[in-house]
Nanobody, 124 residues
């Protein structure tokens, strides 16, 4: 089972940018679909974006389309989330997730491995 550790969260003003990182360890990164989810206080965990293996297919939630970009570095077992033009409603804990490719659609929330989350706070 792959282990995931997120980093890069923080406090930023509206309109600013952050880049989240997710480092994978424990076994090869090869063959895994990767995704980012987020959970705001008192709300359910929501899908943000996903990237398939080997990285030629992406999907974004409507709320982040055009502002967020997911990417992966297969050689270094990492996935990234570049977040631009951040809004207060983007405030949440962001989670990285992984699953063997081909099991479900990349937008399906049934991912097998999850990180501990990183807090993103956007002030108005």
């Amino acid at each position: 089972q792959v282990q995931l550790v997120e980093s890069g969260g923080g406090l930023v003003q509206a309109g600013g940018s952050l880049r989240l990182s997710c480092a994978a360890s424990g076994r090869t990164f090869s063959g895994y679909d990767m995704a980012w989810f987020r959970q705001a206080p008192d709300k359910a965990r929501d899908f943000v974006t996903a990237l398939n293996w080997p990285g030629d297919g992406t999907y974004y939630a409507d709320s982040v389309k055009g502002r967020f970009t997911i990417s992966r570095d297969n050689a270094n077992n990492a996935v990234y989330l570049q977040m631009n033009n951040l809004k207060p409603e983007d405030t949440a804990v962001y989670y990285c997730a992984a699953r063997h490719s081909g099991k479900y659609s990349i937008t399906d929330p049934r991912y097998d491995a999850w990180g501990q989350g990183t807090q993103v706070t956007v002030s108005s």
